[in-house]
Each structure stands twice: as C-alpha cells, then as structure tokens.
C-alpha cells in the first residue's frame, strides 16, 4: 500500500503564496514522475507541474513564472510554490506518482498512485 498526502492548502488573498507539500509513504521501491494537478469547480482536471526522478521539471504555461515544483527525493516528498495568486488558482490541487511498490516480493511497477487533494481557494 502506497499513500500520497498533500498539505499546504487554504485561503488566501490575491497576490498572496501559498506552499504545497506532497509525502508518498508505504512500501515504495521507487518513484518516478511525481506531478501536481488542479481541478477547478465545474472544469476539467489540469496538470500543473511535474517532476521526474532524474531531477528535470516543467510547469505549464498559465503558471510559468508564478509556481515552483521541487522536490526532495530523501523525504520522498514534492513541493509546489505558488506565487502571485489569482482567483482562477482556486482549486482543489491534486499530487499524483508513478510508483514501483513492493510488498513481501510482490514487485508492482509503475503503479498510478493519487493523493486525496488539498483546497486553495484565493479571495478577491
């Protein structure tokens, strides 16, 4: 059992930041990509950023310039920094892992692995 818990979520105002976390804990034999995603009220599910274990990250172009992705291959655990909030940020913020697990010697590979979200909701 592999899990993915996000934290960081909240209210803030315009302008503001906000710093998202993302912690895989269980029987992990490795992590590949690990990625944040958003979906807004009524929309569709949108990527916001990746990371792969090689240590290469993208961000899409509506955050580019305003949101970081890092992360901490030792804590197993991905961060998203979130500058210059705008209200169309508001969303919930899902992380999401591409998983080798291992339990007893039950090798699973690339097992598609969510967290269960955390809100941002920017006031204006």
């Known amino acids: 059992q592999v899990r993915l818990v996000e934290s960081g979520g909240g209210l803030v105002d315009v302008g503001g930041s906000l710093r998202l976390s993302c912690a895989a804990s269980?029987?992990?034999?490795?992590?590949?990509?690990m990625k944040w995603y958003r979906q807004a009220p009524g929309k569709q599910r949108e990527l916001v950023a990746e990371?792969?274990?090689?240590?290469?990250?993208r961000v899409v172009e509506s955050v580019k310039g305003r949101f970081i992705i890092s992360r901490d291959n030792t804590k197993n655990t991905i961060y998203l920094q979130m500058n210059s909030l705008a209200p169309e940020d508001t969303a919930l913020y899902y992380c999401?892992?591409?998983?080798?697990?291992?339990?007893?010697?039950?090798?699973?590979?690339?097992?598609?692995?969510w967290g269960q979200g955390t809100l941002v909701t920017v006031s204006s």
């Open positions: 990371s792969t274990n090689a240590g290469r990250t």
């Open positions: 999401n892992a591409d998983i080798d697990m291992l339990e007893g010697d039950l090798l699973s590979r690339n097992v598609d692995v």
């Open positions: 269980g029987s992990i034999f490795g992590i590949y990509d």
